[in-house]
C-alpha cells in the first residue's frame, strides 16, 4: 500500500513540475453584482427596496485573444451573481458585458431603461473580482408609503 501511495505522490510531483516548466501562468478572474427590486420605482436604492433571489444575469466577455465567452448566473439569497473562470493569462478576459434577463418575482419585473446592460474592461489582476453596479428592477406598483 505504501508503495502505491508513493508512486501516486511521486506521479503528482512530476506532472506539477511539468506544468511549471511549460512557463503557463494561470489567471483567475470573477465577476460580482448585485440585483435589486426599487419597490418605489424612483431609481434609486432605498431602505424600502429589497434584493431579489433567483433573478437571471448574463456575462458575456471577450478574451485576449478574440474568443468571445458567455456565461450564466443567478442571483442568491442575497441578490448576488458571481461569475468566475480561471484560465491561461494569454486567454483571460478583456472586456465583458453584463445584463440582466429575468426576474421572477411578479411584482418586481420591470427592468428601469438605464439597466440594458453594462459594458467594461477587465483589467484586474489575477485573483481579484471586478464589482458591477446593480441592476434595478422597478415594482409594477408603487407602495402608498411611497
Not at 13 to 38: L, P
Not at 41 to 64: M, Q
Request: charged share 20%.
Amino acid at each position: 500500500m505504501d508503495s502505491m501511495m508513493g508512486k501516486l505522490v511521486m506521479g503528482l510531483v512530476v506532472v506539477f513540475a511539468i506544468f511549471e516548466a511549460s512557463g503557463v501562468d494561470a489567471w483567475t478572474g470573477e465577476i460580482r453584482g448585485r440585483v435589486v427590486c426599487d419597490v418605489c420605482a424612483d431609481s434609486s436604492i432605498g431602505p424600502e427596496d429589497h434584493v431579489l433571489e433567483g433573478a437571471e444575469v448574463a456575462v458575456l466577455c471577450i478574451t485576449k485573444s478574440g474568443e468571445v465567452v458567455n456565461y450564466q448566473a443567478f442571483t442568491n439569497s442575497k441578490g448576488v451573481y458571481t461569475v468566475a473562470e480561471t484560465m491561461p493569462e494569454s486567454e483571460r478576459w478583456d472586456a465583458c458585458l453584463a445584463r440582466p434577463i429575468s426576474s421572477f418575482h411578479t411584482s418586481c419585473n420591470h427592468l428601469n431603461q438605464a439597466n440594458n446592460g453594462i459594458k467594461f474592461s477587465y483589467k484586474r489582476p489575477s485573483g481579484y473580482f471586478h464589482a458591477v453596479k446593480p441592476f434595478v428592477y422597478r415594482h409594477q406598483y408603487a407602495p402608498s408609503y411611497c
